[in-house]
């Protein structure tokens, strides 16, 4: 975690000739230069893209109207509407390294967060056959696990049944304090609990997509629960969700740009790492507009951009990671649809989810001041993937109108695919994951694919950028 110095710059290392270099401004990379920054560290960010934040950041659509009635939209939007993230993201109370990073930054977690307690409603469509059907979980105000335990004897929609059998699994898991001998799927862990199909669908399995967005037949059980571990195992507030109500530039990328160049960093956006050449003592770093000479080097790119960047660099990979590690990882698609509805449109709550159809998660965004407009989040591959955008985003609408009572008709959408949104994190993969050690002296490796025991989240990024921080400094000051 980044120290709190009061006495910015009173003395550099000497032992560094070079500035650090980190490759990649998303929140990995971000959380290292910041770490890097506050102990009087030089840096330099080289960021491909014309902006930072990765794959969490914020995007401006200079035209986001999609459908024909432009005159509706023009009297119910205002300029706001047209600053999206390019996904919806939501952190856990259990994402602390990210909040200190928050904190380390200045930034007023009350304003740009909103902290609502764990409640979940997930609803599904009326069918012909099927009567509409609605699951409802609160957590009381109880220390943990008595909220959870609570929270899951009470879930109106499920049978006595159900609600059994998911509180003995919890406790349970409990008492193995969440660890497995042997990693199997979240389905197999699921079956060996004897959770039914309903609860399966309507509790499980929205759970492991939105935390994993890995589907429950390949998802890693132990990643599953390292999270569930970290969610209801400690604080009852861990469970807690984090909305944002700024979008992610503003909220982070901005402040911490500031913090970074305060601190003497600089930061080259556009600037894309072509390889990395070892020197005896250093590396050359080629970008499209130049070189840059480092002894220590944080590479926090996409794995399969740290691959293709190593590939081209005469660091050949065998000798790069200890045995089994690997950068080679399957990817799985995230979509976003933003709806814009009329402004008075408002959700039941800020977050609901949908069952039993390709809506998952339904935020609304006016938590956001962007009154009407609802993100709907579909993680996973599908059908979606291939639809026409129009259609999809009559198909999304259509569901929440069987859903909800009185929608109107949207007035415009955007929808925003993510193709590679977050590595697979099946079975066994900690096996895979590579530390942020490699075997060559001074190369380092950041981003959410390290070992950091949690699934592609932002607090996995913060946690493997902080980490990859701290082995700098470990080697710079034993270097003195
Ligand atoms: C749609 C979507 C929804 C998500 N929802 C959530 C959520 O709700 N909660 C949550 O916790 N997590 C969520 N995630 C996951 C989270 O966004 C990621 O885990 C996190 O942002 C990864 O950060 P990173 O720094 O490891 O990688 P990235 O964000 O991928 O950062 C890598 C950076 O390297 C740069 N780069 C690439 N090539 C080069 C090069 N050659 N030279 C220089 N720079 C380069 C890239 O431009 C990028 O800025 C979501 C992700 C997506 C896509």
Redesign the pocket.
């Given at each position: 975690m980044p120290k709190h110095s009061n006495n910015k710059h009173a003395h550099k290392h000497p032992a560094h000739k070079h500035p650090v270099i980190i490759?990649?401004?998303?929140?990995?990379?971000l959380a290292c230069a910041i770490t890097l920054a506050d102990n009087n560290i030089p840096i330099v960010l080289?960021?491909?893209?014309p902006q930072l934040?990765?794959?969490?950041r914020g995007v401006h659509f200079k035209q986001f109207l999609n459908t024909a009635d432009k005159k509706a939209y023009s009297t119910q939007a205002n300029r706001s509407h047209q600053q999206l993230d390019?996904?919806?993201?939501?952190?856990l109370g259990a994402y602390h390294t990210t909040l200190s990073l928050f904190h380390c930054l200045g930034i007023d977690t009350k304003k740009v967060l909103q902290r609502q307690t764990l409640q979940l409603s997930l609803f599904s469509p009326k069918t012909d056959n099927n009567k509409k059907q609605a699951i409802h979980l609160t957590t009381p105000k109880l220390p943990a696990p008595l909220h959870l335990i609570i929270a899951l004897a009470t879930t109106q929609g499920l049978s006595v049944k159900e609600r059994f059998s998911a509180i003995s699994m919890s406790i349970k898991l409990a008492i193995k304090q969440f660890t497995l001998k042997k990693d199997i799927s979240v389905k197999a862990l699921l079956n060996h609990y004897q959770q039914s199909a309903f609860l399966i669908q309507v509790l499980w399995e929205p759970l492991c997509l939105a935390t994993m967005n890995t589907p429950i037949h390949s998802a890693s059980a132990q990643v599953f629960l390292n999270v569930l571990k970290d969610s209801f195992g400690h604080k009852r507030s861990d469970c807690d969700y984090l909305f944002f109500k700024q979008n992610l530039s503003e909220c982070f990328c901005q402040p911490a740009e500031t913090f970074i160049e305060q601190h003497g960093g600089s930061i080259h956006l556009s600037?894309?790492?072509i390889d990395i050449i070892p020197k005896a003592h250093s590396f050359i770093i080629n970008t499209a507009y130049g070189q840059f000479e480092s002894s220590n080097i944080v590479l926090?790119?996409?794995a399969a951009?740290s691959q293709k960047?190593l590939s081209k660099s005469p660091i050949a990979s065998p000798y790069l990671l200890p045995r089994k590690a690997s950068l080679e990882f399957q990817y799985e698609p995230?979509c976003?649809v933003y709806l814009q509805y009329p402004s008075s449109t408002q959700l039941p709550q800020t977050m609901i989810g949908l069952f039993a159809t390709l809506s998952q998660w339904i935020i609304d965004r006016s938590l956001c001041q962007q009154d009407g407009l609802l993100a709907i989040v579909i993680s996973g591959s599908g059908k979606h993937l291939t639809m026409a955008q129009q259609d999809l985003a009559q198909q999304i609408h259509n569901e929440l109108s069987a859903c909800l009572d009185k929608l109107p008709q949207f007035i415009d959408y955007q929808i925003i695919i993510?193709k590679k949104?977050?590595f697979s994190a099946k079975v066994d993969i900690e096996k895979q994951r590579p530390s942020n050690k490699t075997q060559i002296n001074g190369l380092f490796l950041a981003?959410?694919y390290t070992q950091t025991r949690y699934p592609?989240?932002?607090?996995?990024?913060v946690k493997s950028g902080i980490c990859a921080a701290q082995l700098v400094l470990e080697k710079i000051n034993t270097q003195q």
């Open positions: 490759i990649g401004g998303g929140w990995s990379g080289l960021e491909s893209a934040g990765g794959r969490a390019n996904g919806q993201h939501i952190m600037s894309k790492v926090a790119t996409p951009i960047i995230i976003t993510e949104a977050t981003g959410d592609s989240t932002l607090e996995g990024a």
